[in-house]
């Protein structure tokens, strides 16, 4: 499938960095090879990701009419707001970025700067390897133009006190906006970092992002990642989340859907060092004809380790929910501990969940289980609140609230779970 907008930018798009520019030219063959995914490929048979590219899609990124006070008027409050990386259609725009974290902390640079200097030895490394993971256009297509990125590092033993949280802004005021955001992470030895994904469209048109995130932690890194989408009917999502732990180390990953119209989120965790923890969280809250598509991947390379992953959606009216996740346990993984669990509940006469917990297992010493469940609200509890005065619409709120609070408790930072338990209230129409 050809888009004259994606050639024509991708032919006026030239990275000044050899590195980066070398792995354009790779991923944009590997994309005219590939194409977009259709119904056909087994892990894109729910989502028909084909079906939003159309002609005459905005692609180039440094092209906007939001003014600064626009942009800062959309930032968090308090702790929130201290560390902010913000992209504009899918461009790291660092003059409407700042940090309170001191550089002794915390380095935050464009990937293309990074490409040439102290880091380019550790972008030419390691930049690109969810593609083994997801060999596909869409993740090619957002490598094509990796130029735009940005590179954040949490130095070695330190603490990072507040969340990084990174805001994609989509200026959709004059029409379909496409946008590719790309981003490097390293969390060097013995760190502590936080990071928030947060996505804005501005504008009455639609749009689309085609996101790729990877996150690489070394030898006693505590990574927390939060990704809170909420950007309206009109915005559809396609990203993947990659997390490398590249030695001993915690990593906690929290993913969170509350609107959209179609939305695809990968989630990889490569446990490639023995004695590693993992931890995985999903919520996905729908209603209209939105269709959320969570992919979840959890690779055991190496004895000793621990992986625990629970999903939960709630679809309502006709939204669609789609839950795919895979454990693999390799031969050298033995005594791994893996846990996966995906919950649904339908409250929509039209909802639907499709869910596939799998498990692949090629050491002899593990404990793995999986399992899943699509049902309806606990009538027995409804009429238990109902009995007690509690109007239908706040007993129906309060039990889903709580459905969904053992996702809401996994966010370490006081701050995000706050931001987005108001938002949950807020959806189902409930505030205590």
């Not at 990937?111 to 256009?137: C, I, M, N, P, R």
């Not at 989120?265 to 995985?280: F, G, P, Q, R, T």
């Amino acid at each position: 499938m050809e888009i004259t907008s994606l050639n024509k930018a991708f032919e006026q798009k030239r990275s000044g960095s050899a590195t980066l520019g070398t792995f354009e030219e790779q991923n944009w063959s590997s994309f005219d090879q590939w194409g977009l995914p259709a119904l056909k490929h087994e892990e894109w048979k729910y989502t028909r990701i084909r079906t939003l590219f159309k002609e005459g899609m905005l692609v180039d990124g440094a092209v906007s009419s939001l003014s600064e006070e626009t942009i800062h008027q959309h930032f968090l409050p308090g702790e929130l707001a201290a560390n902010a990386v913000v992209f504009v259609n899918g461009i790291y725009q660092s003059a409407l970025s700042h940090y309170t974290a001191g550089t002794d902390q915390l380095i935050v640079k464009s990937l293309e700067t990074a490409a040439g200097d102290e880091d380019a030895d550790f972008v030419k490394k390691h930049l690109g390897h969810s593609q083994q993971y997801h060999k596909d256009g869409i993740n090619a297509l957002n490598g094509a133009f990796a130029a735009g990125g940005v590179f954040i590092r949490a130095k070695k033993g330190k603490q990072v006190v507040d969340p990084v949280v990174i805001y994609h802004f989509s200026d959709s005021t004059t029409g379909f906006r496409f946008s590719q955001p790309r981003i490097l992470v390293h969390a060097e030895a013995a760190s502590e970092l936080q990071i928030l994904e947060t996505y804005i469209r501005i504008g009455s048109e639609e749009s689309l992002t085609n996101e790729v995130i990877e996150i690489c932690a070394e030898t006693d890194a505590h990574v927390h990642y939060v990704k809170l989408q909420n950007e309206g009917t009109g915005a559809s999502h396609t990203g993947t989340t990659h997390i490398r732990q590249l030695g001993r180390c915690t990593t906690h990953a929290v993913t969170i859907t509350l609107s959209g119209m179609l939305v695809r989120n990968n989630l990889n965790m490569i446990m490639e060092a023995a004695n590693s923890e993992s931890h995985m969280y999903g919520l996905y809250l729908l209603n209209g004809k939105t269709l959320a598509d969570n992919h979840t991947i959890v690779d055991n390379q190496m004895p000793n380790c621990l992986s625990n992953e629970l999903y939960k959606g709630i679809m309502d009216e006709e939204s669609t929910g789609v839950f795919n996740g895979k454990i693999f346990v390799r031969q050298d993984a033995q005594k791994t501990n893996a846990y996966q669990s995906n919950k649904n509940i339908l409250i929509g006469n039209q909802s639907s969940a499709n869910t596939k917990p799998q498990l692949e297992i090629f050491a002899d010493d593990v404990k793995c289980s999986h399992g899943c469940t699509v049902g309806k609200l606990d009538e027995n509890a409804l009429f238990y609140l109902k009995a007690r005065g509690i109007p239908d619409d706040k007993a129906k709120a309060l039990l889903l609230h709580a459905f969904a609070v053992d996702v809401l408790d996994q966010i370490k930072s006081d701050a995000i779970r706050a931001y987005a338990d108001q938002l949950i209230s807020e959806r189902l129409s409930y505030s205590e």
